[in-house]
T-cell receptor, first 114, second 114 residues
């Protein structure tokens, strides 16, 4: 299947700093990329849907100024957690999808804010 | 609003038992349906998908699912489970085309005992 690479796989940052997570589709052009947050032993909570060249669509309750999403090309989307706080510690997963295909998932990024 | 419901949160089976995991969805318009599996410590993998055509779809590792439009259901089945099927299973739905958001059910944690 297609490959989605997410980087970094884990990151520890100090409270108040910002962290950028990259998501790349390596062998296909992703019409849409999704960003999820997964709490321990829970399902994936959709944070936002990102289409190349347009502003991301955020789910209700997700702060767009805190979780900045950029989808600059058909193979790259980034999620920046701005002014991170301990409550932002979580597992963040990106997914990429071309038209009428299944979504392919990155390996996830475990963020720990100390 | 779009939603995906999974009826069973935890399922415990013995090897060779049959498995059926329920999934119902609410999604306007034409929908694509998926089952993903997440093995411990690994990222999500696609088990099977339904886009159109034969409502009985076969996936990897002996899994199959049946799309019943009248019931808005997409239940996952396997006639005989193995210990290696121990994992978390997620049902997901997305609109057709690449621009519609992909949403997940809460997941079902399956434990198979030898």
């Amino acid at each position: 299947g297609a490959v989605v690479s997410q980087h970094p796989s884990w990151v520890i940052c100090k409270s108040g700093t910002s962290v950028k997570i990259e998501c790349r589709s390596l062998d296909f052009q992703a019409t849409t990329m999704f960003w999820y947050r997964q709490f321990p032993k829970q399902s994936l909570m959709l944070m936002a849907t990102s289409n190349e060249g347009s502003k991301a669509t955020y789910e209700q309750g997700v702060e767009k100024d805190k979780f900045l999403i950029n989808h600059a090309s058909l193979t790259l989307s980034t999620l920046t957690v701005t002014s991170a706080h301990p409550e932002d510690s979580s597992f963040y997963i990106c997914s990429a999808r071309a038209s009428n295909t299944e979504a392919f998932f990155g390996q996830g990024t475990r963020l720990t804010v100390v | 609003a779009q939603s995906v419901s999974q009826h069973n949160h935890h399922v415990i089976l013995s090897e060779a038992a049959s498995l059926e995991l329920g999934c119902n969805y609410s999604y306007g318009g034409t929908v694509n349906l998926f089952w993903y599996v997440q093995y411990p410590g690994q990222h999500l993998q696609l088990l099977l998908k339904y886009f159109s055509g034969d409502p009985l779809v076969k996936g990897i590792k002996g899994f199959e699912a049946e799309f019943i439009k009248s019931k808005f259901s997409f239940n996952l089945r396997k006639p005989s489970v193995q210990w290696s099927d121990t994992a978390e299973y997620f049902c997901a739905a997305a609109g057709t085309g690449g621009y519609n958001k992909l949403i997940f059910g809460a997941g079902t944690r399956l434990a198979v005992h030898p």
